[in-house]
């Protein structure tokens, strides 16, 4: 199979490091993006025999213009990217206050790292002088479909934050309307929504997932790759504008 070279934001979070994982084995080429120093060093750590196979880009994602800011680290190591997966989050934008209700600050942040950070960064790696862009792939949530069960969490108004899944739905529908705009380009866009994966959460809530999952268990870590890569293949060229549930059925009903 020929070398891909994916960027990846969120590359050092809990699915970004199964990502990064998964396309080194194969001996793809991967731009991992991180907000520090650190965390990318970490990565580097692991990675340490991948030779020029694995390019760290400091960036805090949340700034006005990372995107551009991206690109021009990518030009000027003569970098582009055929392959895009946009992954990064922030936990610490999901809190909720004690009166159960989400801040405007937390709101917009979540929403701005979810959807407006994805359709920057996309275009302007779609108008990249040179641009090599093919594929795009978004990662979701069962909640970007369907509103959260409350019979799975103790504390539901705090333990599923309501602008998670208002974000993740509007992904879903930043993922059609660029597969539209951007086919003319011949770039594909798509989108998993992941359901729950295992290993951070404790036994009694993966007991409680089971019983309202048809296939009665978390998803894990070592089902996440597999359809992102066959959304970033050609072998998916007739793809565009999919939400892919990868689920175990939790939106089913």
């Not at 690109?71 to 934008?93: D, E, G, K, T, V």
Request: glycine content about 8%; hydrophobic content about 40%.
């Amino acid at each position: 199979m020929k070398q891909r070279t994916i960027l990846l934001t969120g590359a050092t979070g809990k699915l970004g490091q199964v990502l990064v994982r998964h396309f080194l084995s194969l001996g793809d080429r991967v731009i991992a993006t991180a907000r520090t120093d650190d965390a990318l060093n970490s990565l580097f750590d692991e990675h340490a025999n991948t030779d020029d196979q694995l390019i760290g880009i400091q960036v805090d994602l949340s700034a006005p213009n990372s995107g551009m800011q991206i690109c021009s680290q990518l030009a000027s190591q003569n970098l582009r990217p055929n392959c895009l997966i946009n992954n990064a989050r922030s936990i610490s934008f999901l809190g909720v206050q004690e009166n159960g209700l989400v801040s405007r600050e937390n709101f917009a942040n979540e929403y701005l790292l979810d959807v407006i950070v994805p359709y920057e960064l996309t275009m302007a790696l779609a108008n990249q002088d040179g641009a090599r862009l093919r594929h795009v792939v978004n990662i979701g949530s069962q909640y970007g479909t369907v509103a959260a069960n409350p019979n799975l969490y103790t504390d539901p108004i705090k333990q599923s934050p309501i602008h998670y899944g208002v974000a993740k739905a509007a992904l879903v529908h930043l993922t059609k309307e660029l597969a539209v705009r951007l086919a003319c380009k011949s770039i594909r866009v798509n989108c998993v929504s992941f359901g729950g994966i295992e290993g951070r959460v404790d036994e009694n809530f993966k007991q409680r997932y089971a019983r309202l999952c048809p296939l009665g268990r978390m998803l894990r870590e070592d089902e996440v790759a597999g359809p992102v890569d066959m959304l970033l293949s050609d072998t998916t060229s007739g793809v565009t504008g999919h939400v892919l549930a990868v689920d175990g059925g939790w939106s089913l009903w």
